[in-house]
C-alpha cells in the first residue's frame, strides 16, 4: 500500500505547488495593475501641476511685458 501512497503525495505536492504559483502570478498581476494605476495617477497630477507652473510663470512675463511697455509709452 505504501508503494501507491508514494506518488500520489508527490502528485498532490506537485498540484499544490502549481496552483500556488498560479495564485502567486494573478496576484503579481493584481499589484502590478495597481502599481501602473498609482504611476498613472501620479504622473497625470506631475503633469497638471507643471501646466499650472507653466501657465502662471507666463502670466507673470506677460504683465511684465505689459509694465514695460507702459512705461516706454510714457
Excluded: H, Y
Excluded at 498532490?12 to 496552483?19: E, F, H, K, M, Y
Excluded at 502599481?35 to 497630477?45: D, E, K, N, W
Aim: no cysteine; hydrophobic share 50%; charged share 20%.
Amino acid at each position: 500500500m505504501n508503494d501507491n501512497l508514494q506518488p500520489m503525495k508527490m502528485i498532490s505536492l506537485n498540484a499544490i505547488s502549481w496552483v500556488s504559483t498560479v495564485a502567486t502570478l494573478q496576484m503579481a498581476t493584481d499589484v502590478l495593475q495597481v502599481l501602473a494605476m498609482a504611476g498613472s495617477v501620479i504622473v497625470s497630477s506631475l503633469s497638471a501641476w507643471w501646466i499650472i507652473k507653466q501657465a502662471k510663470n507666463l502670466d507673470r512675463i506677460n504683465r511684465e511685458a505689459e509694465q514695460n511697455r507702459l512705461k516706454d509709452a510714457e
